[in-house]
């Protein structure tokens, strides 16, 4: 099978039955991408698929053939941090650390909803075609990513922060 990660494409053999979340962990050694709970709840598996986040626990590799798959090992370009992992930083986004690179691959996908105008449950004008990112719309968005050691407020600032950089640029 054909896939590419973080830019780079590799031929694996592997039995399809693997999830796309073992294929980086164990077969690539990409450990940046977490397992958390294995079933799809907390989001510390997130990843993105041509640009869209997915839980990689939930997803079979093979269904990723031909794809292109990004996680947090391949946000940082030339030796210089994304945006978003800088803003994480500087916002004290994390405490632990294991939901962080979930957390950062989620808000870049969901950053890319909201510049095409993909709705929320908490938009208010469902046919808006410009999303402001507010703080409620932020935080419904990333609800499917869990921190459990109370470094939220940081995550939603260093979100916004950079959600609203690009909204005004």
């Known amino acids: 099978m054909l896939i590419t990660i973080n830019g780079r494409g590799m031929e694996v053999a592997l039995d399809p039955r ?37 839980l990689s626990c939930m997803a079979l590799a093979v269904q990723y053939e031909g794809r292109s798959i990004s996680t947090v090992e391949g946000l940082a370009r030339d030796g210089t941090l994304h945006p978003l992992q800088q803003a994480f930083i500087d916002h004290d986004g994390f405490q632990c650390g294991y ?13 890319a909803e909201i510049a ?3 709705p929320s449950a908490v938009t208010p004008d469902l046919a808006a075609t410009t999303i402001l990112p507010t703080r409620d719309e932020l935080r419904e968005r990333m609800s ?26």
Do not use: F, W, Y
């Open 99 to 111: 939901c962080t690179p979930g957390q950062i691959c989620s808000a870049i996908g969901m950053a």
């Open 18 to 54: 693997t999830s796309l979340l073992d294929l980086l962990r164990e077969h690539l050694e990409l450990h940046g991408t977490k397992k958390g709970c294995d079933q799809g709840a907390c989001g510390a598996c997130t990843v993105l698929a041509d640009g869209e986040r997915i």
């Open 144 to 169: 499917g990513n869990l921190c459990r050691c109370g470094a939220h407020n940081g995550i939603i600032d260093a979100i916004t922060e950079i959600c609203t950089t690009e909204a005004a640029a």
């Open 116 to 118: 095409r105008g993909v």
